[in-house]
């Protein structure tokens, strides 16, 4: 069976969720390889194991902190040469994304981002995509070279699947490229405890409805109630309401939770752009009329701060 590439996103050896999400397509399109770099990668291997890694390639080397992504472009290629990979799988984060277009231009291969599914198909792996601001769902392969294929986070459930996951060390040879950019600092970003907006199970979202940046706390009593992300429209963002880090749609960010839930957001076609892919989406408008009920499995026609309140407290009583 022949082997696929799945960079491993990590923090200090502890390895992200959509890493694991990859790790369950990869099984279905061959034997998954895992690609574990920088500070802590030996620690990866034994979750990778968990989850279906025969092999986990390794190589820690102070560049992948000090400098921006071309030292970690370097290994991925070393990798791909070392293995003769089917396909390498990196999950759609912004840095992933970087990654994998620099990778595909390097070993002069296709790419395919942000899918939201993978099946193994006669010529080689199948994804699908939801592209043109939603408006259609594509399935694509690469025909060129080996697959490079970006998948975003909540596109498959996190399975155990315990493999050998043997750790080797992947000898890597840095280019005169990798080191041009330095990182001078990091300021991590305040904490607020929920969950990354684009990696989160459930995402609940306010819009022009919630008519103020202090009404946002009863959007994040509901985030919280569930252990969800906030997310907003880009009316509220606008306003000034809720920072642009937070922002869904085309010019925001793009998620697939499990459960999207859309409060006071009239659905306009470049929020959509952003949401669309949700598994189970929920709306809560006043409107009836309103572009998102077109779009939702569970619809509320109320006032947001009746029924946000509402259903913050009964999800607390029901979780005791
Ligand atoms: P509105 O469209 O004003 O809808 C507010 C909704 O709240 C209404 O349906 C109303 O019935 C409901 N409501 C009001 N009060 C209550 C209440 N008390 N209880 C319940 N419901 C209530 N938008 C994005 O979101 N993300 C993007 O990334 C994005 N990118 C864009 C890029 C471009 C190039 C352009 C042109 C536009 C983009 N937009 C984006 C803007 C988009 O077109 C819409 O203007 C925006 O999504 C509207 O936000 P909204 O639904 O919050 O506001």
Redesign the pocket.
Known sequence: MAEVLVYVDHVDGAVRKPTLELLTLARRVGEPVAVALGNGAADTAATLAEHGAVKVLTHEAAEYADYLVVPKVDALQAAVEAVSPAAVLVPSSAEGKEIAARLALRIGSGIITDAVDLEAGDEGPVATQSVFAASFTTKSRVSKGTPVITVKPNSAAVEAAPAAGAVEALSVTFSAQATGTKVTARTPRESTGRPELTEAAIVVS??????GAENFSIIEALADSLGAAVG??????DAGWYPHTN??????KSVSPQLYI??????????R??MQTSKTIVA????AE???FELVDYGVV????D?VPALTEEIKTRKG
């Not at 922002?247 to 925001?252: H, I, K």
């Not at 859309?262 to 929020?271: E, L, R, T």
């Not at 809560?284 to 409107?287: A, F, G, L, Q, R």
């Not at 109320?302 to 701060?305: I, K, M, P, R, S």
């Open positions: 306010g819009g022009r409805g919630v008519n907003a429209s880009r009316a509220a963002v922002q869904v749609g085309q010019t925001g859309a409060s006071g957001i009239s659905g306009a076609i470049q929020h752009a952003g809560i408008n006043k409107d309103a572009p998102i109320g006032d947001l701060f029924v």
